[in-house]
């Protein structure tokens, strides 16, 4: 039943997941950032808390007019802020049941991380303790209903015996310094909940307490939406316990169970609240375990540029991108989830449980290749890994710039050829085969290569594809204009010409020619002669927009030939060129591919198709350079290489 439930819940998530990054891309996934959601969320509660705490008054006589008069006098600051506290609090809530929630979905709470799942559920009764008692401060008519139920709950306890409810019989048996109790409890819990928020995260490597600036700005934007929109109030005047309380405007987020004393037995109500509490804190240690047994812990080593690691030991079910950071390796990643392949490692030795990820971020390909995303998979047996040196660097040599758009030309009716230049004195040092980001005005990234050589540096040359509902590619044909701005940042990645006497044969999809231009073009620069071919497959003949070019490098240069591949002819047209899926046309023509180097760029169904081909044919691993391209998404581009 828990395997079950815990299958279905992973299922919906990674679907949920892979549409969030469609929308967002992958870096700016609100699933990705939850716990560091939570954080900032808590600040925004604070601050606001601190503002409102400065004009409330503890006093029967003053709590309710204090709070009225900062919602209605001060509705510039004291207004917007109350409710901004009230839907910040809420937005606590969810948040941090959909981190549990996920948590439990993916398995991630038992063994070592055993520690962060019960500090977890006891920042539940804190952060539920924290919401009921400032639900008391305004004295409204809900202030009055949530003290009533609550005291009538905990009456029951042994050792009250009805002593708290007689304090709430005659309105004159509460007093001011009952109030200020109340203030100091919610103050109180709250900084206990912040402290248990910090040993929380204390077993993450690395853990992140503070999302993406633009999640952050997201968040108060909607923030202020809602508080504009529906403002929080006080409800029904002041409180009366002379007068029973019959119409709310209830929060389910908080004050879900209070309506349960009333129509419960209050022992029953216990014993749901700690008995579903003692289910969450023992979890981690009941059965079944999800997945295969691991009760062994293995040994990770780590091979890089700079050297090899001595076997670093790795907890049981623990990442192997968690195990690294612990011991203190520089390792890339950013959304550890399995969402960006950011984290892609080779697996030289051993065996790994790969966890759940999405397809994109690791194609079937890549994995039969033996490689893994280090934030997702975890040990089978001692491990041996390589993170390639400049996949480790990615993050840090990337550079932002502000690029002029110079030129907008149509080479074909789907593609324009956008050409770009940067402000005097400035240039990217990048190298044939790498791209760069387009960054777009909410952070969200679109990734396109460079077309020209590195020798070219007056300006960049991009390929660009509409992409039907594209975001950048639609403004691209639509809107864009010479003289615009653009953010970009690069370079990145690492599909480069490596260094050797084999053969290369070129496969590009559609715009997949863009970074094989690049490399071309240096090689011919560089004065290489190592025998090239190209092979370029498009739908219709209008695709081949650079056909004429490649014709020209066929007739100048010896090394290089050319093959023009149409996998969609017009029947009434007049191609008499090769037809059908472009990878098959090369493999046609080189049946042994054991001597030869082969550079795969387009689209991830040609590539998952081609690469396993490929490697039948006796192409050798190491030899196999792949750039595979999501349309709309965050780039999820890597060269492949086993």
């Known amino acids: 039943m828990l395997k079950a439930l815990q299958r279905g819940l992973q299922w919906l998530f990674m679907r949920v997941e892979a549409v969030f990054n469609a929308a967002f891309g992958d870096r700016l996934n609100p699933l990705y950032h939850l716990g560091a959601i939570s954080f900032f969320l808590f600040w925004v509660i604070a601050a606001t808390g601190l503002y409102l705490y400065a004009f409330f008054e503890t006093g029967v006589a003053d709590a309710y007019a204090s709070v009225d008069g900062l919602t209605h006098g001060q509705w510039f600051a004291g207004g917007v802020l109350r409710s901004i506290h009230r839907y910040a609090s ?43 008692t400032g639900f008391m401060l305004p004295w409204d008519h809900l202030a009055q209903y949530t003290i009533v139920a609550a005291f009538e709950w905990f009456d029951w306890l042994p050792g009250f015996g009805g002593t708290l409810m007689r304090n709430f019989i005659y309105p ?7 109030f200020s109790l109340l203030a100091f409890m919610h103050i109180g819990i709250s900084l206990v909940l912040l402290l248990l928020q910090w040993v929380h995260v204390q077993r993450v490597p690395k853990a992140r307490t503070n999302p993406p600036r633009p999640i952050m700005t997201s968040v108060i934007v909607t923030l202020l939406l809602l508080s504009a929109l529906r403002p929080v109030l006080s409800q029904g005047g002041a409180a009366d316990l002379g007068v029973a309380v019959t119409t709310l405007h209830f929060d389910w987020f908080y004050l879900a169970v209070l309506p349960l004393v009333s129509i419960w037995p209050i022992g029953q109500v216990w014993a749901l609240l700690v008995g579903s509490t003692a289910v969450l804190a023992a979890l981690p240690w009941l059965p079944p375990r999800f997945g295969r047994k691991r009760s062994q812990a293995f040994q990770l080593e780590v091979h890089h540029a700079s050297g090899n690691t001595e076997p670093l030991p790795v907890r049981s079910g623990e990442t192997l991108l968690d195990a690294g950071l612990r011991h203190g390796l520089e390792l890339p990643y950013e959304c550890r989830n399995g969402g960006c392949g950011v984290c892609l490692c080779t697996v030289l030795h051993g065996t790994v449980d790969h966890g759940p990820y999405q397809p994109a971020a690791l194609p079937d390909s890549a994995r039969a290749r ?55 004195g400035e240039k990217i040092d990048f190298k044939a085969g790498q791209y760069l980001n387009v960054v777009l005005e909410d952070g969200q990234r679109r990734a396109f290569s460079f077309a020209n050589p590195p020798q070219q540096q007056g300006q960049i040359e991009l390929h660009v594809r509409r992409i039907p509902g594209g975001r950048f590619t639609g403004a691209v044909f639509t809107s864009m204009k010479v003289g615009d701005t653009l953010r970009i940042e690069g370079p990145l990645g690492h599909f480069t010409l490596s260094d050797s006497a084999h053969p290369i044969l ?23 002669t190592r025998p090239m071919w190209l092979y370029w497959g498009v739908r219709k ?17 010896s090394c290089f030939r050319f093959v023009p591949v149409l996998s969609e002819p017009d029947p009434q047209g007049h191609w008499s060129g090769r037809t059908g899926l472009v990878h098959e046309a090369m493999l046609a023509d080189f049946p042994d591919l054991r001597q030869h180097e ?45």
């Open 172 to 178: 004159d048996s509460v007093n001011d310094r009952f």
């Open 370 to 424: 033996g490689q893994a995303l280090m934030c997702c998979a975890s040990a089978l047996s001692d491990v041996v890994i390589e993170v390639e040196a400049d996949a480790r660097s990615a993050l840090k040599a990337v550079h932002e710039y502000s690029a002029r758009v110079d030129s907008i030309e149509h080479l074909a009716p789907e593609v324009i050829r956008l050409m770009l230049s940067l402000p005097q």
């Open 541 to 557: 003949q209008d695709d081949l927009y650079a056909i004429a070019l490649a014709e020209q490098w066929q007739r100048e240069h």
């Open 90 to 132: 809420d937005a606590f809530v969810v948040t941090m049941l959909i981190h549990m929630v996920r948590h439990f979905a993916f398995d991630r709470f038992r063994g070592f991380r055993w520690f962060s799942w019960v500090t977890g559920v006891v920042l539940i009764w804190l952060v539920y303790s924290a919401g009921i």
């Open 598 to 642: 082969v550079y795969v760029c387009g689209s991830v169904k040609m590539v998952e198709a081609a690469v396993p081909a490929f490697i039948e044919q006796g192409l050798g691993e190491g030899f196999c350079f792949t750039d595979a391209f999501v349309p709309s998404a965050a780039p999820a581009r890597a060269r492949s290489t086993p």
């Open 506 to 528: 070129f496969v590009a999809g559609a715009t997949g020619f863009a970074p094989i231009k690049s490399i071309v073009e240096d090689a011919f620069a560089r004065g290489l």
